[in-house]
């Protein structure tokens, strides 16, 4: 007789039950839940890897990976309906072998992938425009009858299919090409229906490969059609056609992924009738509506993966006087901004909680982050507290170390550099360790093991997107319940600093202390090159100081860019007494030191640089900028560069030598050259480059997988998303839910923490 557990998920699929009765203690099975899997079932180990170390939360999420392992084939499942949503694309009516694989380099393998392959937009075709009425460009609805229908065979093989069609208020020519058939289906007197997008050429109306049907016939003419982005081979026909075959037998297997209270508080609609209303609406409204059903349900899933996935926010509270602070705010020549003082309030209220700071605070160059950032170390300091900055370069480190120094000359506070360069390196471990010193800055070095702190309360990292989550958690792990903020200047679209930051509250700084930036910003044509030069020569003559920055280290065979040290070398020979500096990734630390100490000094006034300056670099009376090949940087990018000038309220000025040479590169220089806001440079980069290009492909996995949000409209929906996801993880998440988070989000959620 068979034995009922003779598969191993048997066996496996108990104790996991075993496990969640008792409250995720591993108390299960003696020697501990991995150990029991790896003996009864190796293959599905590595899901549960490191369980007894994890917290209550990433036991849950663990096992919900492994119970996905456990499911049975779409056969056994005792929900035979929603089963079904598992079952191969490719058995499906209309796919074989050819459809399958192109389907698949869309991602849809299952009925349920082809479900949620969601369209992108929606062509308005129930309004039908007479002909005479037609307008160059617009993508038109037209009735009419075929007058005549012709087909050429022009050169190379290519053949035209031509008809005339007239509806009484003119005629359209329209034309296809390489579809000999549709000569055999048209037919002089045929009432047809056409949508496409009309030219005027050789004095006649035209529409090019428009879609076409028999007049009526309501499938594709007549109605709202949703587009998908479809792969070539696989016409946005095809997939509707599939889909409504989907939809017709299986909408009734899909289930709510929101628990019932979310849903019900944020007006979303059921699953099914989601799917069905964003794939076949009746209205733009009943499109829109459905759409941000399943935007919501996609970011509130993603939210709760993320904040799972996060440490326990339990905390210290850190408590002060406000001594220090106070005092080195009463020295500062100016007052602080609205925006600044509000961002101090806002972490001041953090440190007095018994809850982790977990705060990102995001300005645009020069709204004084640092500043905010020091006050914040200050309140731990005088609470007792030792406070960590980490930067992401040795200069950045350097100069922060320099600044703060400064900033707090007269104050009891020991300030410390810690680099890869730094000299003594034990004797200052040692003072660290002791608590001899107050506020240590370093880089990467600060997370080595023999670096150890006597009582770190409050981690700064500096350009938090240059880190990962594993370095940010080494450096957190140096001290017991450490606050952490982290700073960007890099100004994000709010709803990827939502998605990215999920955990964090959110402070910006939208204002400048000394007033609006007074950069005046020129798009000039490599053809006026002399032209920028020259007048680089009279600023140098003026005793002036700046910067010619180029987007590479050396010649590279796929980039025709000059190399920085042939393009220095130029310089100085044309300008002769400006002392013309290079500085590039690729020199040593101290050649780095002494090229900047000189510039800032003044020895340089003319500083050839790659994008090393990129970020942090603070020479305060540079004031101008030339940027050679602009065209080959991102928007955000360009935005960066331009912020290392006029950082004293000075006017100043940035070239931008580039030919733009396709239609997305001219936006994004007259973006450049108009905009001056950071958040607005931001979204409009977004706009134009897409997230994935704008954020790399380390990050681009979950924004690609994101099929509902539109990123540049849903931050309220991200908002919403966020506070919902938050009160689900206080009361917990149930099993249900944290499988479906790990089925559709498990590999992104990991992407983003490693």
Same mark, same amino acid.
């Given at each position: 007789?068979?034995?009922?557990?003779?598969?191993?998920?048997?066996?496996?699929?108990? *104790?996991?039950?075993?496990?969640?009765?008792?409250?995720?203690?591993?108390?299960?099975?003696?020697?501990?839940?991995?150990?029991?899997?790896?003996?009864?079932?190796?293959?599905?180990?590595?899901?549960?890897?490191?369980?007894?170390?994890?917290?209550?939360?990433?036991?849950?999420?663990?096992?919900?990976?492994?119970?996905?392992?456990?499911?049975?084939?779409?056969?056994?499942?005792?929900?035979?309906?929603?089963?079904?949503?598992?079952?191969?694309?490719?058995?499906?009516?209309?796919?074989?072998?050819?459809?399958?694989?192109?389907?698949?380099?869309?991602?849809?393998?299952?009925?349920?992938?082809?479900?949620?392959?969601?369209?992108?937009?929606?062509?308005? /075709?129930?309004?039908?425009?007479?002909?005479?009425?037609?307008?160059?460009?617009?993508?038109?609805?037209?009735?009419?009858?075929?007058?005549?229908?012709? =087909?050429?065979?022009?050169?190379?093989?290519?053949?035209?299919?031509?008809?005339?069609?007239?509806?009484?208020?003119?005629?359209?020519?329209?034309?296809?090409?390489?579809?000999?058939?549709?000569?055999?289906?048209?037919? #002089?007197?045929?009432?047809?229906?056409?949508?496409?997008?009309?030219?005027?050429?050789?004095?006649?109306?035209?529409?090019?490969?428009?879609?076409?049907?028999?007049?009526?016939?309501?499938?594709? *003419?007549?109605? %709202? +059609?949703?587009?998908?982005?479809?792969?070539?081979?696989?016409?946005?026909?095809? @997939?509707?056609?599939?889909?409504?075959?989907?939809? $017709?037998?299986?909408?009734?297997?899909?289930?709510?992924?929101?628990?019932?209270?979310?849903?019900?508080?944020?007006?979303?609609?059921?699953?099914?009738?989601?799917?069905?209303?964003?794939?076949?609406?009746?209205?733009?409204?009943?499109?829109?509506?459905?759409?941000?059903?399943?935007?919501?349900?996609?970011?509130?899933?993603? =939210?709760?993966?993320?904040?799972?996935?996060?440490?326990?926010?339990?905390?210290?509270?850190?408590?002060?006087?406000?001594?220090?602070?106070?005092?080195?705010?009463?020295?500062?020549?100016?007052?602080?901004?609205?925006?600044?003082?509000?961002?101090?309030?806002?972490?001041?209220?953090?440190?007095?909680?018994?809850?982790?700071?977990?705060?990102?605070?995001?300005? &645009?160059?020069?709204?004084?982050?640092?500043?905010?950032? @020091?006050?914040?170390?200050?309140?731990? *300091?005088?609470?007792?507290?030792?406070?960590?900055?980490?930067?992401?370069?040795?200069?950045?480190?350097?100069?922060?170390?320099?600044?703060?120094?400064?900033?707090?000359?007269?104050?009891?506070?020991?300030?410390?550099?810690?680099?890869?360069?730094?000299?003594?390196?034990?004797?200052?471990?040692?003072?660290?360790?002791?608590?001899?010193?107050?506020?240590?800055?370093?880089?990467?070095?600060?997370?080595?093991?023999?670096?150890?702190?006597?009582?770190?309360? %409050?981690?700064?990292?500096?350009?938090?997107?240059?880190?990962?989550?594993?370095?940010?958690?080494?450096?957190?792990?140096?001290?017991?319940?450490? &606050?952490?903020?982290?700073?960007?200047?890099?100004?994000?679209?709010?709803?990827?600093?939502?998605?990215?930051?999920?955990?964090? $509250?959110?402070?910006?700084?939208?204002?400048?202390?000394?007033?609006?930036?007074?950069?005046?910003?020129?798009?000039?044509?490599?053809?006026?090159? $002399?032209? @920028?030069?020259?007048?680089?020569?009279?600023?140098?003559?003026?005793?002036?100081?700046?910067?010619? *920055?180029?987007?590479?280290?050396?010649?590279?065979?796929?980039? &025709?860019?000059?190399?920085?040290?042939?393009?220095?070398?130029?310089?100085?020979?044309?300008?002769? !007494?400006?002392?013309?500096?290079?500085?590039?990734?690729?020199?040593?630390?101290? $050649?780095?030191?002494?090229?900047?100490?000189?510039?800032?000094?003044?020895?340089?006034?003319?500083?050839?640089?790659?994008? +090393?300056?990129?970020?942090?670099?603070?020479?305060?009376?540079?004031?101008?900028?030339?940027?050679?090949?602009?065209? #080959?940087?991102?928007?955000?990018?360009?935005?960066?560069? #331009?912020?290392?000038? !006029?950082?004293?309220?000075?006017?100043?000025?940035?070239?931008?030598?580039?030919?733009?040479?396709?239609?997305?590169?001219?936006?994004?220089?007259?973006?450049?050259?108009?905009?001056?806001?950071?958040?607005?440079?931001?979204?409009?980069?977004? #706009?134009?480059?897409?997230?994935?290009?704008?954020?790399?492909?380390?990050?681009?996995?979950?924004?690609?997988?994101?099929?509902?949000?539109?990123?540049?409209?849903? @931050?309220?929906?991200?908002?919403?998303?966020?506070?919902?996801?938050?009160?689900? /993880?206080?009361?917990?998440?149930?099993?249900?839910?944290?499988?479906?988070?790990?089925?559709?989000?498990?590999?992104?959620?990991?992407?983003?923490?490693?």
């Amino acid at each position: 007789m068979p034995q009922e557990n003779s598969d191993p998920r048997n066996t496996v699929g108990k *104790i996991l039950d075993l496990e969640e009765r008792t409250g995720f203690g591993d108390l299960a099975v003696t020697g501990g839940l991995e150990v029991f899997v790896s003996r009864h079932w190796p293959d599905a180990a590595e899901s549960i890897h490191g369980y007894s170390k994890f917290s209550p939360d990433e036991r849950k999420a663990a096992i919900a990976r492994l119970r996905i392992r456990l499911q049975p084939t779409a056969g056994d499942r005792p929900d035979a309906e929603e089963a079904a949503l598992y079952r191969p694309v490719a058995e499906m009516k209309g796919v074989g072998a050819k459809r399958a694989a192109l389907l698949a380099r869309l991602g849809i393998a299952t009925v349920e992938d082809l479900l949620h392959y969601l369209p992108r937009k929606l062509d308005d /075709r129930a309004r039908f425009v007479p002909i005479g009425s037609l307008r160059v460009g617009e993508d038109a609805a037209v009735r009419g009858r075929v007058e005549a229908v012709e =087909q050429r065979r022009m050169g190379r093989g290519l053949t035209v299919v031509k008809a005339a069609v007239g509806d009484g208020t003119g005629f359209l020519f329209a034309a296809w090409f390489n579809q000999p058939w549709l000569a055999k289906q048209l037919h #002089r007197g045929d009432e047809i229906d056409l949508f496409g997008c009309v030219e005027f050429r050789f004095r006649e109306w035209q529409m090019r490969s428009p879609v076409w049907e028999k007049a009526g016939e309501g499938q594709e *003419i007549g109605r %709202l +059609v949703p587009i998908y982005p479809a792969t070539e081979g696989l016409s946005d026909r095809l @997939v509707r056609s599939l889909v409504r075959q989907c939809l $017709d037998r299986y909408a009734g297997a899909l289930r709510d992924a929101v628990p019932a209270d979310v849903a019900a508080e944020h007006h979303l609609l059921p699953k099914a009738e989601a799917i069905s209303a964003i794939h076949f609406p009746l209205t733009p409204a009943d499109f829109e509506r459905a759409r941000r059903s399943l935007a919501f349900e996609e970011l509130f899933l993603l =939210q709760v993966g993320l904040l799972l996935s996060t440490r326990d926010r339990a905390g210290t509270i850190h408590a002060d006087s406000g001594r220090l602070a106070n005092s080195l705010l009463a020295a500062l020549p100016y007052q602080l901004t609205a925006a600044q003082q509000r961002a101090l309030r806002e972490i001041r209220s953090d440190l007095s909680q018994p809850l982790r700071m977990m705060r990102l605070l995001q300005g &645009d160059v020069g709204s004084g982050k640092t500043l905010v950032a @020091v006050v914040a170390a200050l309140h731990a *300091i005088e609470a007792g507290y030792q406070v960590a900055v980490m930067a992401p370069t040795e200069i950045l480190a350097e100069q922060h170390a320099a600044n703060l120094s400064r900033l707090l000359q007269g104050l009891p506070v020991r300030v410390a550099l810690l680099t890869g360069g730094t000299a003594a390196k034990d004797k200052l471990r040692e003072a660290v360790e002791s608590g001899g010193v107050d506020l240590l800055i370093g880089t990467h070095a600060l997370i080595q093991e023999t670096v150890t702190f006597h009582a770190l309360g %409050l981690v700064i990292i500096d350009e938090q997107h240059r880190f990962g989550v594993v370095q940010r958690s080494q450096i957190e792990e140096k001290g017991r319940d450490v &606050d952490l903020l982290v700073m960007s200047a890099t100004p994000i679209p709010r709803t990827i600093a939502l998605t990215l930051y999920g955990e964090f $509250d959110v402070s910006v700084l939208d204002e400048f202390p000394l007033g609006p930036k007074r950069i005046r910003t020129e798009w000039v044509g490599e053809r006026r090159r $002399d032209e @920028v030069y020259d007048r680089v020569e009279r600023f140098l003559d003026e005793g002036r100081r700046g910067y010619v *920055i180029l987007p590479l280290v050396e010649e590279s065979e796929k980039i &025709d860019a000059k190399a920085a040290v042939q393009v220095s070398e130029e310089l100085a020979s044309r300008f002769g !007494g400006a002392r013309v500096g290079l500085l590039h990734g690729r020199l040593s630390t101290s $050649d780095k030191a002494a090229v900047m100490d000189e510039f800032r000094s003044g020895r340089i006034r003319l500083l050839v640089s790659t994008t +090393v300056v990129e970020v942090g670099v603070d020479v305060q009376d540079a004031d101008f900028m030339v940027i050679e090949h602009a065209d #080959r940087f991102g928007l955000s990018q360009l935005h960066q560069l #331009r912020g290392r000038i !006029g950082r004293a309220g000075q006017e100043a000025v940035c070239f931008a030598l580039a030919d733009a040479r396709t239609d997305e590169a001219k936006q994004r220089l007259a973006a450049f050259r108009d905009t001056s806001d950071g958040f607005a440079i931001a979204e409009e980069d977004l #706009r134009l480059r897409g997230p994935g290009d704008l954020l790399g492909t380390h990050q681009h996995g979950f924004l690609s997988q994101l099929r509902a949000a539109d990123l540049l409209r849903d @931050v309220d929906l991200m908002q919403r998303a966020q506070a919902a996801a938050r009160a689900v /993880r206080a009361r917990g998440a149930s099993p249900e839910l944290l499988a479906v988070i790990e089925r559709r989000f498990g590999d992104v959620i990991r992407w983003l923490r490693v």
